[in-house]
């Protein structure tokens, strides 16, 4: 399988914003996609999700604050994050859940390589 590659990290202050990536091949045949994260110390959590047909679901701690969108002419999936804070600093990866739900972290693809997300207080 083709690896699912993230991009678009950085080092931003509170309240600022990032925009992240994930390059999937074939997106238009994955039905649902999400982005997870993994804070220093602390287990993958699931964060937002994304079906084929638009449909949304977000963890509490972002909801208001990240967007996740899906573009299946580029092949990309994005997370736009506004309002940043410092909790919301962590490894960032998207992947293919194998259950929406956002409580399971299993998934479909080996996971790549993520992207550093880091907010400064």
């Known amino acids: 399988q083709v690896p699912l590659v993230e991009s678009g990290g950085g080092l931003v202050q509170a309240g600022g914003s990032l925009r992240l990536s994930c390059a999937a091949s074939?997106?238009?045949?994955?039905?649902?996609m999400a982005w997870y994260r993994r804070a220093p110390g602390k287990q993958r959590e699931k964060v937002a999700i994304i079906t084929v047909g638009g449909s949304t679901t977000y963890v509490d701690s972002v909801k208001g604050r990240f967007t996740i969108s899906r573009d299946n002419a580029k092949n990309t999936v994005y997370l736009q994050m506004n309002n940043l804070k410092p909790e919301d600093t962590a490894v960032y990866y998207c992947?293919?859940?194998?259950?929406?739900?956002?409580?399971?972290?299993?998934?479909?693809?080996?996971w790549g390589q993520g992207t550093q997300v880091t907010v400064s207080s």
């Open positions: 992947n293919v859940p194998v259950d929406p739900d956002l409580s399971s972290t299993l998934v479909l693809r080996p």
């Open positions: 074939r997106l238009a045949s994955i039905n649902v």
